[in-house]
């Protein structure tokens, strides 16, 4: 199964719509149209802010002395006052020292100042800091995934039933797992080295499924599968007349193709002929064997079960269900 065709299962469709979002959120409230403060006070402000907004008061107060503005001035820079102040003291700059004291002795008078932990001045956001943040909200983004694909998971038997009835592709699934397996072994034949089942039942219009095939030491050899090849009638759910069993060869150059009929197709002179340019027409009968060779792998096909439609159209013209069993062996070549 390719990238694309994984994209499509509603379940991954789903998570990754959802990741998607919550980025393109985050990009859009950040980056291009981000919160825009107007009027906010000091204290909100970056601490590297804060200390020039705090020089500024100090150099008005050099000039115009105006104790009352100073205290009112340096007050709204809430808690953080004390350790931008004290910032300032220990390094005044191009400031006046003189200036800077008597600043103090107003905002902080004797008794009543606040003086930070030694050593202490404001803190600003470190590279490790911002790697932290981005950190925690990249493991938020992935924990919402994670849980929207469990209860996705966990609802989706609900959500895919009407009036409490599975789906056609969900009872297909439960078919198919309900099928018992040929032993070949107990045959007295060789275990084959890939074996699957797949079920049709009516209403699955979009039915494909493929396998890969693999050697015992995971080498990929090729891949098999069952399609749709042709319907019968008009109007939903399709009325499937036919169907393509094929086998790709990673040591061959074409796939092998052979084309299962319902016994309407398969009398049918016009639908009979048509079909053969696909492949060698097989009429479906319950219990039948259709083999597949490629030049290094052989398929048998077992047809397990089938029951035909009832409707409108003629009799044994499209299929109800019907359930296949795959079996691949490796070629043995002389020499």
Request: proline share 6%; charged share 20%.
């Given at each position: 199964m ?20 919550i980025?393109?959120?985050l ?21 590297g ?9 100090i150099?008005?107060y ?34 006046n ?18 003086i ?16 932290v ?18 209860l ?40 084959p ?42 109007g ?15 040591n ?84």
């Amino acid at each position: 199964m390719n990238i694309l065709e994984y994209i499509k299962r509603p379940v991954v469709a789903a998570v990754l719509a959802g990741v998607a979002g919550i980025l393109l959120g985050l990009i859009w409230g950040w980056g291009i149209q981000p919160v825009k403060w107007k009027d906010a006070p000091p204290s909100m402000l970056h601490v590297g802010y804060q200390e020039e907004y705090l020089r500024m008061a100090i150099d008005s107060y050099g000039i115009n002395g105006d104790t009352a503005l100073a205290l009112k001035r340096y007050q709204v820079l809430g808690s953080n006052g004390p350790a931008v102040l004290l910032t300032i003291q220990r390094n005044p700059g191009e400031q006046n020292p003189a200036t800077i004291i008597n600043f103090s002795s107003i905002v902080q008078p004797a008794g009543g100042v606040v003086i930070p932990t030694p050593g202490e001045t404001p803190t600003k956001p470190t590279t490790g800091n911002l790697l932290v943040i981005y950190g925690v909200i990249a493991f938020g983004v992935i924990v919402v995934a994670v849980v929207g694909y469990g209860l996705f998971r966990f609802l989706r038997p609900m959500l895919g039933r009407s009036g409490g009835e599975a789906t056609p592709a969900q009872q297909a699934r439960r078919l198919s797992r309900q099928t018992e397996l040929t032993d070949y072994t107990g045959r007295g034949q060789e275990t084959p080295i890939a074996q699957f089942v797949t079920t049709y039942v009516l209403g699955d219009d979009l039915f494909d499924d493929s396998f890969g095939i693999d050697s015992a030491s995971g080498e990929f050899l090729g891949e098999c599968g069952i399609g749709i090849s042709e319907t019968i009638g008009v109007g939903d759910p399709k009325k499937v007349t036919a169907f393509e069993v094929w086998m790709f060869d990673k040591n061959d150059i074409q796939t092998v193709t052979k084309v299962l009929m319902s016994s309407h197709a398969f009398n049918d002179v016009a639908t009979f002929q048509r079909l053969e340019a696909k492949g060698e027409p097989i009429l479906v009968e319950r219990g039948k064997r259709v083999v597949l060779e490629t030049a290094a792998l052989q398929l048998v096909a077992t047809i397990s079960d089938v029951e035909y439609g009832r409707g409108a159209l003629p009799d044994s013209s499209f299929f109800e269900r019907v359930t296949l069993e795959l079996a691949v062996w490796p070629k043995i070549t002389a020499g």
